[in-house]
């Protein structure tokens, strides 16, 4: 059973709802009174983290209506109903209208207990298909897979669109924790290759010489310990995408192996003379400049011109400011579903160091700090946990504002006199910063 759900009872006589609250508290169940179903509707939002056990007879509105206003907010909440003597047809109506079961009184604990079980076990399983719906949903947008409302983000995912699904071979420059593999495994979800392989391979891990039958593969016997035939990543990525991290360490003799397959779109396994046709596109990612490499003969210009179709630059997370509070609360929800947590609320002090942190391994390190968050230990570890160099405050503090004013306004569906509102702001205030950070 999931223990962050809870148990709302909607009860007018004190005793009862003092009974059913000890018995509920004694099994160790989260649980809430109210005396009225005007009070529980109050508390009760569109995703109510658990359900309802009302009595029939209520002052002002009944169970009975309770149920049918619950009901239409989310047809997936359980709601219990508690009869008197004589009841019964009632409240076998009531189960018609979606009532997840009642109970007749008197009643005991243990009635009370079993009933409240099976009904949070049935939100839990609810919650978690529509949380995992929603995360699905989320998966198949750009909007939910590259996050930020920066220009250079939107920028980002306008270019992914349009390049996606072509056969353009494409150059991601980042620098380390930018999120580059995650933008090339979108170019080959969002292509028609994304019936075939993604294959990845990190050019920066591999000892050289692995490197060659690492790739391309080989025969048994090949060499020395090559006890059977291996098929290599650019094989195993036909009709498919192989992605090269860290590309600027290839070797330089397999960098002209390399360029021969994509001239030729054929390969040979070590120790075969069997040419292989592939088609694969080819998506690389470098932290180096590697227009400057291949002009100091650090990388084989011919190399970097085949590659460099496409060129999609991720701009470091301490360039997007406006991105990094969107980024930590994706994170952390994230974090607190995979460790079964409750979401943590953020407090000034962690808010103001992530605005004026200068993130140095970028999205991967304000990942790390969200997911220590999310367990509740400090988000900050103490090295490097100083302001930024160069970060002015008033930089950090426009970039929170920024988040403030966007996260109001989509609140509010971009209505400027609810959002004023809702941030406590005068209206003209609102109106010239919308305009002074160009927000929709």
Same mark, same amino acid.
């Given at each position: 059973?999931?223990?962050?759900?809870?148990?709302l009872?909607?009860?007018?006589?004190?005793?009862?709802?003092?009974?059913?609250?000890?018995?509920?508290?004694?099994?160790?169940?989260?649980?809430?009174?109210? !005396?009225?179903?005007?009070?529980?509707?109050?508390?009760?939002?569109d995703?109510?983290?658990?359900? @309802?056990?009302?009595? %029939?007879?209520?002052p002002? %509105?009944? !169970?009975?209506?309770?149920? $049918?206003r619950?009901?239409?907010?989310?047809?997936?909440?359980?709601?219990? #109903?508690i009869?008197?003597?004589?009841?019964?047809?009632?409240?076998?109506?009531a189960?018609?209208s979606?009532?997840?079961?009642?109970?007749?009184?008197?009643?005991?604990?243990?009635?009370?207990?079993?009933?409240?079980?099976?009904?949070?076990?049935?939100?839990?399983l609810?919650?978690? *298909?529509?949380?995992?719906?929603?995360? #699905?949903?989320?998966?198949?947008?750009?909007?939910?897979? %590259?996050i930020?409302?920066?220009?250079?983000?939107a920028?980002l995912?306008? /270019?992914?669109?349009?390049v996606?699904?072509?056969?353009?071979?494409?150059l991601?420059?980042?620098?380390?924790?930018?999120g580059?593999?995650?933008?090339?495994?979108c170019?080959h979800?969002?292509?028609?290759?994304?019936?075939?392989?993604?294959?990845?391979?990190?050019?920066?891990?591999?000892p050289? $010489?692995?490197f060659?039958?690492?790739?391309?593969g080989?025969?048994?016997?090949?060499?020395t310990?090559? !006890?059977?035939?291996? %098929?290599?990543?650019i094989?195993?990525?036909?009709?498919?995408?192989?992605?090269?991290?860290? *590309?600027?360490?290839?070797?330089? $003799?397999?960098?002209?192996?390399?360029l021969? @397959?994509?001239?030729?779109?054929? +390969?040979e396994?070590?120790g075969s003379?069997?040419?292989?046709?592939?088609?694969?596109r080819?998506?690389?990612?470098?932290?180096?400049?590697?227009?400057?490499l291949?002009r100091?003969n650090?990388?084989?210009?011919?190399? &970097?011109?085949?590659?460099?179709?496409?060129?999609?630059?991720?701009?470091p /997370?301490?360039?997007?400011?406006?991105?990094?509070l969107?980024?930590f609360?994706?994170? #952390?929800?994230?974090?607190a +579903?995979?460790?079964?947590?409750?979401?943590?609320?953020?407090?000034?002090?962690?808010?103001?160091?992530?605005?004026s942190?200068?993130?140095?391994?970028? *999205?991967?390190?304000?990942?790390?700090?969200?997911?220590? &968050?999310a367990?509740?230990?400090?988000?900050?570890?103490?090295?490097?946990a100083?302001?930024?160099?160069?970060?002015?405050?008033?930089?950090?503090?426009e970039?929170?504002?920024?988040n403030?004013?966007?996260?109001?306004?989509?609140?509010? $569906? !971009?209505?400027?006199?609810?959002?004023?509102?809702?941030?406590?702001?005068?209206?003209?205030?609102?109106?010239?910063?919308?305009?002074?950070?160009?927000?929709?």
């Amino acid at each position: 059973m999931n223990t962050s759900l809870t148990v709302l009872i909607v009860e007018d006589d004190p005793h009862v709802l003092l009974g059913c609250q000890q018995a509920l508290s004694l099994e160790d169940i989260p649980c809430q009174g109210v !005396g009225s179903a005007e009070e529980a509707l109050a508390l009760i939002g569109d995703d109510f983290a658990g359900i @309802v056990v009302s009595d %029939i007879r209520l002052p002002g %509105i009944d !169970g009975l209506e309770l149920l $049918n206003r619950l009901k239409a907010r989310d047809p997936s909440l359980p709601v219990v #109903l508690i009869t008197g003597h004589g009841d019964i047809s009632m409240a076998v109506g009531a189960m018609r209208s979606g009532a997840y079961d009642f109970m007749e009184k008197p009643f005991s604990p243990e009635r009370l207990v079993d009933v409240v079980r099976r009904a949070l076990e049935q939100r839990g399983l609810a919650r978690e *298909v529509s949380s995992l719906r929603r995360q #699905l949903a989320s998966r198949s947008t750009l909007e939910g897979r %590259i996050i930020g409302r920066s220009p250079a983000m939107a920028h980002l995912r306008e /270019l992914i669109a349009n390049v996606a699904d072509t056969s353009a071979n494409v150059l991601i420059e980042g620098e380390t924790g930018t999120g580059k593999e995650l933008v090339a495994r979108c170019l080959h979800d969002f292509s028609r290759r994304q019936a075939h392989p993604f294959v990845a391979l990190n050019c920066g891990g591999l000892p050289e $010489n692995l490197f060659e039958s690492e790739i391309f593969g080989h025969e048994a016997n090949a060499f020395t310990g090559a !006890g059977k035939r291996r %098929i290599g990543k650019i094989e195993h990525a036909n009709g498919g995408t192989l992605f090269l991290d860290e *590309v600027e360490s290839m070797p330089m $003799n397999l960098q002209i192996k390399l360029l021969r @397959v994509l001239q030729e779109r054929t +390969l040979e396994r070590l120790g075969s003379n069997q040419s292989i046709e592939v088609d694969c596109r080819v998506i690389a990612a470098t932290k180096a400049d590697l227009d400057e490499l291949s002009r100091s003969n650090g990388f084989r210009s011919d190399l &970097y011109y085949r590659l460099n179709v496409v060129t999609l630059e991720l701009p470091p /997370l301490r360039e997007r400011r406006e991105d990094i509070l969107q980024l930590f609360e994706h994170f #952390l929800e994230q974090s607190a +579903l995979r460790f079964d947590r409750e979401i943590p609320p953020l407090d000034n002090q962690t808010l103001s160091r992530l605005m004026s942190h200068d993130w140095p391994g970028n *999205v991967r390190e304000l990942r790390n700090v969200a997911e220590r &968050y999310a367990l509740g230990l400090p988000a900050f570890k103490k090295a490097g946990a100083q302001p930024a160099a160069g970060v002015g405050f008033a930089e950090a503090v426009e970039a929170f504002e920024r988040n403030l004013l966007s996260d109001a306004l989509a609140r509010n $569906n !971009g209505n400027l006199s609810q959002a004023s509102l809702d941030l406590g702001m005068a209206k003209t205030t609102l109106f010239d910063k919308v305009k002074k950070y160009g927000l929709n």
